[in-house]
C-alpha cells in the first residue's frame, strides 16, 4: 500500500513505522507527509540539538542537515544523548548524523562541520537541496544566535530557538515573512564578551536540555505537519525549580535593526 498527496507518497515501511502518529486526532497522513517534505538546518548539534533531532528524524523528517564545529568531550556525555564515551574527539555534527541514520534510515541527514558565518551561510543551507523550510538553532551563545537570527530574517526562513542553562529554558518561533518580530527584538544587543551564562560556567542539568529539545521538536513537527505556530508572538519560559512553564508575548520592535524594514 502506498498513501499519495502532492505527488509525495508514504511507502509500507513509512506507514508501519509512523502508524501511533498518524492516528493522532490533528495529526494526519496528510501532516506525515508534509514532514516527509519538509527540510531542516541545525545548527548545534549538543545538548539542545541531540534530542531535537532524535524526535524529528524518528517522527519523520524528510532532511536533516546538521551544523557544528565542535568536537565531543567528556563533560558532554551527561546530557547530549547521541553521545558515548567511545565517541570522545570526535565531531558532534558528523557522529550525530551516523547514529540518526541508524534510528532512521528513511530520513536524509547530513553533517557539516563548520563553524555558520555570514560569508558561508548561503552555501550550507543550500546543502539540504533547496532553502530549508526551518533553522533550528540549538546553539549556546549569545554571538551564534544573533547571527543565525541574522540569517533567518535576510534569507526568510522561520527560526526555531531554543536555550538551556541551569534548570531553565526559553523557547521561541519567529516568521520573518510575517513581520512579527525575531530575535533581536526580543533580547535586543546581548555582549557576549561580558557576564554571559553557559553550561561550561553556570552548569545545567541534564533534564533542562532534555525538556527543552523535545519542546523544540514538539513545535517543529507542529509548524511542518500542521502549518501551526503553537507559540506565535510568545517566549515560552520553563523553569526546572519550580516546574512551571509560563508565556511571554512579544511584538516587532519598530526600530529593530535586524528585521524592520526602513
Known amino acids: 500500500m502506498t498513501i499519495l498527496l502532492d505527488h509525495q507518497t508514504l511507502t509500507d515501511d513509512e506507514l508501519l513505522r509512523y502508524a501511533r502518529q498518524v492516528l493522532l486526532e490533528g495529526w494526519d497522513i496528510e501532516a506525515q507527509l508534509r514532514l516527509k517534505s519538509s527540510r531542516i538546518v541545525m545548527v548545534g548539534a549538543g545538548g539542545l540539538g541531540c534530542p531535537a533531532s532524535e524526535i524529528l528524524v524518528r517522527a519523520g523528517l524528510g532532511q536533516l542537515l ?13 546530557r547530549q544523548t547521541l553521545f558515548l564515551p567511545e565517541d570522545i574527539g570526535k565531531p558532534k555534527a558528523q557522529t550525530a548524523a551516523q547514529t540518526l541514520q541508524k534510528i532512521n534510515p528513511l530520513v536524509q ?17 543550500e546543502m539540504t537541496a533547496g532553502t530549508p523550510d526551518l533553522i533550528l538553532d540549538c546553539t549556546d551563545n549569545f554571538a551564534t544566535r544573533a547571527l543565525v537570527n541574522r540569517i533567518s530574517v535576510h534569507y526568510q526562513i522561520p527560526l526555531l530557538t531554543a536555550s538551556a542553562i541551569a534548570m ?31 553550561c561550561a560556567n553556570s552548569g545545567v542539568l541534564a533534564s533542562t536540555t532534555g525538556i527543552m529539545g523535545n519542546l523544540q521538536a514538539n513545535a517543529a513537527l507542529q509548524y511542518l505537519g500542521r502549518h501551526k ?10 523553569d526546572g525549580r519550580q ?17 524592520t524594514r526602513a
Not at 71 to 78: P, T
Not at 170 to 191: I, K, N
Request: hydrophobic share 35%.
Open 66 to 78: 546538521l551544523i557544528d564545529d565542535d568536537v565531543i568531550e567528556a563533560s558532554n556525555l551527561q
Open 109 to 125: 541527514t547530513q553533517a557539516t562541520v563548520a563553524r555558520l558565518s555570514d560569508a558561508n551561510a548561503y552555501e550550507l543551507l
Open 168 to 198: 531553565q529554558g526559553q523557547l521561541a518561533l519567529f516568521e520573518p515573512s510575517l513581520h512579527t518580530g525575531c530575535y533581536h527584538c526580543v533580547f535586543g544587543e546581548l555582549d557576549s564578551s561580558t557576564d554571559e551564562r553557559t
Open 229 to 238: 505556530n503553537p507559540i506565535a508572538g510568545k517566549l515560552l519560559l520553563w
Open 243 to 259: 516546574m512551571q512553564q509560563r508565556l511571554m508575548g512579544y511584538r516587532q520592535d519598530p526600530h529593530c535593526p535586524v528585521c
